[in-house]
């Protein structure tokens, strides 16, 4: 079973929650900690070049850092595919290359290029028509149906909330497995989703709300940012504390290099079902 099929079997049985991580060892902790799927962050990827989420990277820097999540952990990825980087042949072409990567899932959006991370203002979206022929593209160029194809609308911020709806449901209708609006900044948008593509998969990126609720509203997959924004605001502060104090305080067992050693050299057990 590919990591596609196995995504799927998961959604099958309910909500997948899914932390955003941005390297193995992430990966790694999250298999660890029971979650059964990751989500590769397209924020965190171009933050460990030291670069924001403005369109910096591309493909090449996204596809590799997808194949070496997706090596380090036996869960399926979910992955940030920015906008497929370019018209119908290269999402083609990006489809084929995260598929080798190993992902079991991957989304592509409706910004203009140079995107911009999807909670930040200033976001252009392509006409309706050109991303529904790429989410058609996207669909035709995987090898088997198992990779699922997620299709995210940024056009919210820029065009109102009646036309990203719209844009959603012509998405799903060209093809995609699951659609994504992003940008949500508000639960009452988020519950507006739920209602406004009830029967439509939809993936919900936010913190405004818990896997339990966004389990009742009926999204599919649930992917949550507070870990990585958590990891830069620990290790900004641990940086201020050796720099004030000279030392950096640990909790019990953090300070154990032969437990992530034995993580990284050994690998989490695998999850087991809930």
């Known amino acids: 079973m590919n990591n596609g099929d196995r995504l799927r079997t998961l959604m099958a049985r309910g909500l997948v929650v899914a932390p955003f991580v941005f390297d193995g060892v992430q990966a790694k ?33 996204m596809s590799a850092n997808a194949a070496r999540i997706a090596g380090a952990t036996s869960v399926p990825v979910i992955a940030d595919a920015d906008t497929g980087y370019g018209n119908e042949t290269n ?5 084929a290359v995260y598929e080798r990567a190993g992902v079991g899932a991957l989304h592509i959006e409706d910004q203009e290029w140079p995107k911009r991370c999807g909670f930040l203002e200033g976001k252009r979206v ?21 990779l699922v194809i997620i299709a995210r609308t940024d056009a919210l911020q820029p065009n109102g909330w009646d036309d990203a709806v719209a844009r959603a449901k012509a998405y799903r209708e060209a093809g995609a497995d699951m659609v994504f609006i992003d940008g949500l900044k508000g639960r009452e948008f988020i519950e507006r989703a739920a209602r406004d593509l009830a029967g439509i998969p939809q ?3 936010s913190w ?9 509203m009926g999204f599919a997959v ?7 924004l958590r990891h830069f605001a620990d290790f900004r502060d641990s940086l201020a504390e050796l720099r004030d104090t000279g030392r950096v305080t640990l909790g019990r067992g953090d300070a154990d290099v032969e437990a992530i050693t034995s993580l990284l050299r050994d690998g989490p057990s695998p999850p087991q079902p809930d």
């Open 126 to 146: 392509i006409p309706r028509d050109e991303m529904v022929a790429k989410v058609r593209a996207a669909v035709a160029a995987r090898s088997g149906p198992g």
């Open 222 to 228: 649930y992917i949550h940012l507070g870990v990585m």
């Open 208 to 216: 405004l709300v818990t896997p339990g609720e966004a389990q009742a």
């Open 91 to 95: 999402v083609a072409r990006t489809v």
């Open 203 to 205: 993936l919900l990126n």
């Open 29 to 61: 902790l999250a298999e660890q900690a029971g979650f059964h799927a990751v989500y590769m962050t397209g924020f965190g990827t171009a933050a460990s070049y030291g670069l924001p989420d403005m369109g910096m990277i591309g493909l090449g820097e």
